[in-house]
């Protein structure tokens, strides 16, 4: 039969090499955690999901008429997402918020242009640091650890359109497209 690839994307921001440093120098101290490699590192504006190339491209070009000026953030705390009560994620907060919910919308609206249902649940700048299978121990003496977190901070001047395959060892990311901010 006819075969319509699907691609998973999702919009995100790499932070620089320094603050990926940072914070893989974080890792351990946890049971069950599977850490963020380097290149994992990202933080999410939107996910996007399956999509097929014509959407795909759809909203690669409207990603491309986003207009905003740069800002600075910076890593700060830590948190977790549990998912049925078991613990899935853990993460680095990034702050202050505010500059990034104003990109989050303008990365939705371009999303919604290109025909894709909003996003519906709540906006929480995070950098993951780790996943779990099946949840995962100590999570609460890292958290209280890391819970005066002042990572170090960094500008904000473009976003990626990133691709998720799924390889043997978690998911891997690969940039599609490069956007910049202005000035
Ligand atoms: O930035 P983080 O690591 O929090 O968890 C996935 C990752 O988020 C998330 O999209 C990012 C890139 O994969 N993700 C995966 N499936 C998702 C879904 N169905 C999802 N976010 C929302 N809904």
């Not at 910076?74 to 853990?90: K, N, P």
């Amino acid at each position: 039969g006819y075969s319509r690839p699907m691609h998973r994307l999702f919009v995100a921001i790499r932070p620089p090499a320094p603050v990926r440093s940072a914070l893989l120098s974080l890792a351990g101290g946890v049971e069950g955690a599977r850490w963020q490699d380097d290149e994992q590192l990202h933080l999410t504006l939107r996910f996007i999901g399956d999509v097929d190339r014509h959407r795909a491209n759809d909203i690669a070009d409207l990603l491309g008429g986003i207009r905003f000026t740069p800002f600075d953030v910076r890593i700060e705390g830590v948190g977790s997402f549990d998912r049925r009560g078991v613990v899935d994620t853990l993460w680095a907060g990034v702050q202050p918020r505010e500059a990034l919910a104003q990109l989050h919308r303008k990365v939705d609206r371009a999303c919604a242009r290109a025909g894709l249902p909003p996003e519906g649940r709540a906006y929480l700048p995070h950098v993951t640091l780790a996943r779990f299978g099946r949840g995962g121990a100590l999570v609460d003496a890292f958290l209280a650890v890391h819970a005066g977190l002042a990572g170090p901070s960094f500008r904000v001047d473009g976003f990626t359109l990133f691709e998720s395959r799924l390889g043997h060892d978690g998911a891997r990311y690969e940039a599609v497209a490069d956007y910049r901010a202005d000035g």
